[in-house]
């Protein structure tokens, strides 16, 4: 079965950074929207970015300009770069794979059902204080 496995969460001061990682198999990225999505107590889960097969790359309103995403296709991890962080930020982080062939941008706008969110990891928790 295909696993993905967030790491680089922890607890860091307003306007502070940290990057998570997420391994994956190679093949998921040629195949599947490759995305990080976050999930506070008591919301939603909230799609923040994904990365489709034709390369487009969606941020979400509320991180755009803080947030970069990125990969190692040699590694094949994909990362999260935050910066600036806020408490708003403090949620679970998950990875996730949509598809195959979802476009970045209705997976960050939510356009999917849940039998199209193929994999996911297990979370990694952000706390912004």
């Known amino acids: 079965d295909v696993q993905l496995v967030e790491s680089g969460g922890g607890s860091v001061q307003a306007g502070g950074s940290l990057r998570l990682s997420c391994a994956a198999p190679?093949?998921?990225?040629?195949?599947?929207?490759m995305g990080w999505f976050r999930q506070a107590p008591g919301k939603e889960r909230e799609g923040i970015v994904c990365?489709?097969?034709?390369?487009?790359?969606t941020y979400a309103n509320s991180v755009k300009g803080r947030f970069t995403v990125s990969q190692d296709s040699a590694k094949n991890i994909l990362y999260l770069q935050m910066n600036t962080l806020k408490p708003e930020d403090t949620a679970i982080y998950y990875c996730a794979a949509i598809g195959p062939g979802a476009s970045a941008g209705k997976v960050v706008a939510g356009s999917y059902t849940r039998y199209e969110y193929r994999y996911w990891g297990q979370g990694t928790q952000v706390t912004v204080s």
């Open positions: 190679g093949y998921i990225g040629n195949k599947y929207c």
């Open positions: 990365v489709d097969v034709d390369g487009r790359t």
